[in-house]
């Protein structure tokens, strides 16, 4: 039997290609005790929300809510949609107004406060639900109207008068006035995330093989609207049978209710739904396989052998925002290079020179990372190591000493603590050698290996110049932490050559130690001086760097949670309304099109 012409060839299918779609969260605003800027009402309050440009840093308005009339107490019902990325720093804003006219100007309305935040800082919260307090910073008012306009950051910590162009004019302000409070959440938003299993048979097929008996295969279609069909799976062939047992498959149920084949000979087709195969294993699923042109030419064509419904299951796909939103917290331990080969952090040609002007590339790399997975750990308290120093009193080498001198608690308040106790080691400690990694990576697997329960998951970042000393004993390490909840970001800051780390990134080859393979892969190499920006751009390519380096952490984390059988917690329960929840999955009862 000739194929279709809209069915896309066997040899070009893959079920695992194409490209995936961002992870889109739904922003839900409310506010409490605004302002009241009317005489004789409450203010009508009207929500707009910004995106920052990651390379201009300019503000450009995503939307608007609706205006709710006389209150204080907004619970607005237009959302946000946005794109989701877990590695970069999505800066957000919200501008609150009292609405007094229909016109779109927003200048001729009162302005009553702004927030600033990140998305990340919003997911990462207890049950993706942040409470921050609005402020009329420092603004600027309209010299048509007199009134107040929110001055905008320009995501530095500088403030720059906004819509120059509309007549404003400098004003002092009242600095950091508090005006109310604004409560962010976000739901994470997917198409129907179920995926089916399930395992079928066939019995007395027909016999293509000249000499032998069939190699028989399932592919299976799903019905378009136009009545075309699109491949969505195929399963293994089995050699030489006419009673084959296919191999138990998962697919998404999106992909299966939502040319020239190699010359395969055709046996037979049959129609199903999903509806019919959530029956699972019974006389519905139990399918005659029938040859179109056969059944035209023989009066006495009954079939060419039946296809049954061994198994079908079906269960939710869990994401990455469905742990984080049930409570996972994300532990992030550093890891900084103090051996001799960085250079005397006294003279200006050190990679751990502390200059006036600019951080150096140990305290950039850390910044990058460190601004955006600090939202996924509530308490904000980070451990911070060093290896490859002379410790004071004794001058003894160390390759996991912590960086704030407690050898009991190791933990920074914050990236600015750990920026601070690394400055202070660099004032204390002799750099030495050599660079050893397996003492802090095991130290970190120590952590991780106390807590498997699916509610905190640890990234260390090892921040480093040099090559790698101790290969065997780290590739021991990172076999061992490839069974625990735990992922190794390492950064190569300098010019040294960074093969052996290259080797660690198991991305290619997965690695092993002693003959054993990792069970998974947990760690990303990036060289720093590969996002230099010679125009002296910081900003953005520390973004990219981030970018890359936390780009893999998500599945990775999915990865352990689904080997180990975690499945996500409930959200917490929030201190008011909970935000509503997605529609559970009802996937429609398309035909399902079905070749052997």
Aim: aromatic share 8%.
């Amino acid at each position: 039997m000739e194929p279709p012409e809209d069915m896309t060839s066997l040899s070009e299918f893959d079920s695992l290609a194409g490209s995936i779609p961002a992870t889109k969260v739904e922003i839900t605003v409310s506010c409490r005790n605004l302002l009241d800027k009317d005489m004789f009402s409450k203010s009508d309050p009207l929500c707009v929300m910004y995106t920052q440009g990651m390379e201009n840093k300019q503000w450009r308005e995503f939307g608007r809510t609706e205006v709710i009339d006389n209150t204080l107490n907004p619970d607005f019902v237009r959302k946000f949609i946005v794109d989701y990325f877990f590695e970069e720093k999505q800066n957000l804003r919200f501008d609150l107004y009292d609405v007094d006219s229909k016109s779109p100007d927003l200048s001729k309305h009162d302005f009553l406060g702004q927030a600033f935040c990140t998305l990340g800082e919003i997911v990462g919260s207890p049950g993706s639900r942040l409470e921050k307090p609005l402020t009329i910073g420092a603004f600027s008012l309209n010299s048509r109207t007199g009134k107040p306009m929110p001055a905008v950051s320009n995501g530095s910590g500088l403030w720059m008068e906004s819509l120059r162009t509309t007549g404003l004019e400098a004003s002092g302000g009242v600095s950091g006035k508090k005006c109310g409070t604004i409560i962010l959440s976000a739901e994470e938003l997917s198409n129907c995330r179920d995926v089916a299993t399930m395992q079928f048979c066939a019995n007395k097929l027909d016999k293509k093989d000249f000499f032998g008996k069939s190699d028989p295969f399932l592919v299976f279609y799903r019905s378009n609207e136009d009545g075309t069909f699109t491949i969505c799976h195929k399963t293994e062939v089995m050699k030489n049978t006419l009673n084959p047992v296919w191999q138990t498959f998962s697919i998404p149920v999106r992909a299966l209710c939502n040319g020239d084949y190699d010359r395969h000979d055709f046996i037979g087709e049959f129609t199903t739904s999903y509806r019919e195969l959530a029956r699972g294993q019974s006389q519905f699923n139990i399918y005659e396989v029938v040859n179109p042109k056969k059944k035209m030419k023989k009066k006495k064509y009954v079939n060419s052998g039946t296809v049954t419904l061994l198994s079908f299951a079906v269960e939710s796909e869990c994401t990455f925002l469905d742990y984080i939103k049930g409570g996972t917290q994300i532990n992030f331990t550093v890891a900084i290079d103090f051996t001799a080969s960085n250079g005397n952090p006294s003279q200006s040609t050190s990679l751990h020179y502390m200059s006036p002007y600019q951080l150096n590339a140990y305290a950039l790399a850390l910044t990058a990372v460190g601004e955006i997975i600090q939202h996924y750990d509530s308490d904000k308290m980070f451990p911070a190591l060093g290896f490859g120093a002379k410790l004071p009193p004794d001058g003894r080498v160390s390759h996991e000493f912590p960086l704030n001198g407690n050898q009991e608690n190791p933990s920074c308040c914050g990236i600015e603590g750990i920026l601070e106790a690394y400055h202070q080691s660099l004032r204390t400690v002799q750099l030495y050698g050599p660079t050893n990694f397996a003492p802090v990576v095991t130290h970190v697997a120590r952590s991780a290996a106390e807590v498997q329960d699916g509610s905190q998951y640890s990234v260390l970042l090892i921040i480093t110049d040099g090559v790698i000393s101790d290969m065997a004993q780290t590739k021991e390490a990172i076999v061992n932490a490839a069974k625990l909840p735990m992922s190794i970001i390492i950064i190569g800051v300098g010019q040294a050559e960074f093969d052996a780390m290259v080797e660690l990134d198991g991305d290619d080859v997965r690695i092993s130690s002693r003959g054993k393979l990792a069970e998974r892969d947990i760690v990303q190499f990036v060289p720093f001086r590969d996002y230099v920006d010679r125009t002296g751009n910081h900003v953005l390519s520390m973004a990219r760097l981030a970018r890359d380096v936390l780009a893999e952490i998500p599945d990775q984390l999915v990865s352990y949670m689904k080997a180990k059988g975690i499945r996500p917690r409930p959200p917490p329960e929030a201190p008011e309304s909970s935000p509503s929840q997605s529609p559970a999955c009802t996937p429609p009862a398309s035909p399902l099109h079905t070749h052997i």
